[in-house]
């Protein structure tokens, strides 16, 4: 019988992010294919011939062949037992997105080393930042043309404000990609793309001290290149601290190409071992020790009817200390009350499996009947306690919502107060006004459509949604300031959320300034974490 603390130990628990079509999904699979988890990595996702990752759940997702919901895989590999929290990789993406971060003690970020850098990745980037968990970074497609490689670690740097530090360096890129230097063990990987879709095939290993070796493998030029940008890098003196990177202040950087399954392996076992196993994580009782304390866990994700074949809710949880045992009897704190975890799952695709065991650093689905919110702690009865809120973050589309049957009152704002609950919208009101119609916000426009499918669909409520131009959000903090009374740019909306808390929309950044240029003593603030 392993001991607890080696079971916990070995977990690796992290999440994926990256701007859509950097290669998210394809390193996924290959990870998979490396953890046995699937045969044939390519049989995952294929958006053009309606084959589906496997994190593909509502009918929404297949009609659009894109990744709504984020899902979590779990695989062994190497005595690891490795969760993998898989983020929406499409051109949209919700708090979802960002909750899930909230679980992860880790962050894998995939970039297009064709174009480095984008709007996306900065922006979950962001809330990795604001976390400070370890973020690595893979720069993908180095089979296809890319960018200079010093310019991309440079961007990585600049737009992202953390450090670099390259643990591989590549030998060309697209027709001339020759493979990647090895930096610790200065040893040269020679790529090949026999290996495409497969774990077979060898990867050809050349010390670079062995210069004749190398010069009739990779080229005089290719050698004599990477010999400088050697040498430029080791000038930039730039060394690896594990310190740092577990603070995220140093990302850890690979290159490789996840569709031909180069530098994969290699990236996959050295992320393992400079990634920390499950964090502590703090409460309103000081952090809490994953191995030492018993069976704690929050939730971070609330999801409706992911299966036709079972109409239900299920909470995610991520376990963060202890051993859960299926049937427990344990401490829902925020309801006040004992539950019985009965219906533990894991998800894999579809195919759902209960779970007999888990252990910190695992995430779970319980099925709710309705109790569960976001942020909820669950712990044992002898030993409880809350942990710290996850923040919510500030949703950059609104949309006027109203039911086009008024006589569908109660569905409508069941279904409105539901799908709120569960993370994927915030509510709002005009100042005055009541529940016929609302003010909906969003992270991300993909989820208005969700928002409308799923009152359709599971609340058989028509709505009309009419998109309002204001991007930012601010709460109104100062106490004294009546919203009335703000004298505020043209553009500007007052509103309220569904606690009365007075806040207001604006079209843009620039009128945010004037309105408080023009309000003395406003004070106002872009998330509400009470
Ligand atoms: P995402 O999850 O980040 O959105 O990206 P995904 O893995 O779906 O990859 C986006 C596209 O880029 C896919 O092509 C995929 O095959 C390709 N790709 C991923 N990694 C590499 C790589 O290392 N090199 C090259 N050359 N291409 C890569 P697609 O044609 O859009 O989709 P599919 O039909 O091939 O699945």
New binding site residues.
């Given amino acids: 019988m392993p001991d607890l603390s080696t079971e916990i130990n070995r977990r690796r628990t992290f999440a994926i992010i ?1 701007h ?8 996924t699979e290959k990870f998979l294919l490396y953890g046995g988890q699937i045969n044939l990595a390519g049989s995952v ?5 309606a084959r589906h990752a496997v994190s593909d759940w509502m009918e929404i997702e297949k009609e659009r062949g894109i990744s709504v919901t984020s899902s979590v895989l779990q695989f062994e590999y190497n005595n690891k037992c490795i969760n993998i929290l898989d983020t929406p ?1 499409h051109q949209d993406f919700s708090e979802d997105t960002y909750r899930t971060l909230m679980a992860a003690d880790s962050a894998v970020m ?1 970039i297009d080393g064709g174009k480095g850098v984008e709007a996306q990745t900065r922006k979950l980037f962001k809330v990795c930042g604001r976390r400070g968990i370890p973020i690595f970074t893979f720069i ?5 043309e890319a960018r200079d490689t010093f310019d991309l670690v440079d961007e990585i740097e600049k737009e992202l404000g953390i450090a670099t530090c390259p643990v591989n360096w590549p030998i060309g890129s697209g027709k001339d990609f020759k493979g990647v230097l090895d930096i610790p063990s200065r040893n040269v990987l020679l790529f090949s793309d026999t290996q495409k879709g497969t774990r077979q095939g060898e990867e050809e290993v050349i010390p670079l001290s062995d210069k004749e070796t190398l010069k009739s493998r990779i080229g005089q030029n290719a050698l004599e290149s990477l010999l400088e940008e050697v040498e430029l890098l080791e000038g930039a003196g730039v060394e690896f601290d594990q310190d740092q990177v577990d603070h995220g202040k140093l990302s850890p950087v690979f290159f490789g ?4 399954n180069f530098g994969v392996e290699v990236f996959l076992q050295n992320f393992l071992s400079m990634t920390s196993s499950p964090l502590p994580r703090m409460s309103d009782r000081g952090e809490v020790d994953p191995v030492a304390r018993p069976f704690s866990a929050f939730v971070f994700k609330i999801q409706a009817n992911m299966n036709k074949a079972h109409r239900d809710r299920v909470a995610f949880m991520r376990i963060c200390s202890g051993k859960f045992e299926a049937g427990m009897d344990v401490y829902h704190v925020q309801g006040g009350k004992q539950v019985r975890l009965s219906q533990p799952q894991q998800m894999m695709a579809d195919d759902r499996h209960m779970v007999k065991e888990a252990y910190a650093g695992d995430i779970i689905g319980i099925f709710d009947p309705g109790i569960y919110s976001i942020g909820d702690t669950i712990c044992m009865p002898e030993d409880t306690f809350r942990y710290s809120g996850i923040p919510t973050f500030a949703p950059e589309h609104f949309a006027r919502v109203r039911q086009v049957d008024t006589m569908k009152r109660k569905q409508f704002v069941k279904g409105i107060m539901q799908i709120a609950e569960e993370g994927a919208i915030q509510v709002f009101q005009e100042l005055s006004g009541g529940m016929e119609e609302v003010i909906v916000g969003v992270v991300g426009v993909l989820q208005f459509e969700v928002l409308q499918y799923r009152l359709k669909n599971e609340y058989s409520v028509e709505i009309r949604l009419e998109q309002l131009p204001y991007e930012h959000i601010r709460w109104i903090k100062s106490r004294d300031t009546d919203p009335e009374k703000i004298t505020g740019t043209s553009d500007m909306k007052r509103i309220q959320d569904l606690k009365g808390n007075p806040l207001l929309l604006f079209v843009n950044a620039w009128s945010i300034g004037m309105t408080l240029d023009r309000n003395e003593g406003l004070v106002l603030e872009e998330f509400n974490e009470e």
Avoid: I
């Fill in positions: 990256s859509p079509d950097a290669g998210k999904t394809t390193l996702k294929g958006k053009a011939t990789g995939v993908n497609k180095m089979d296809r190409s996840a569709l031909t």
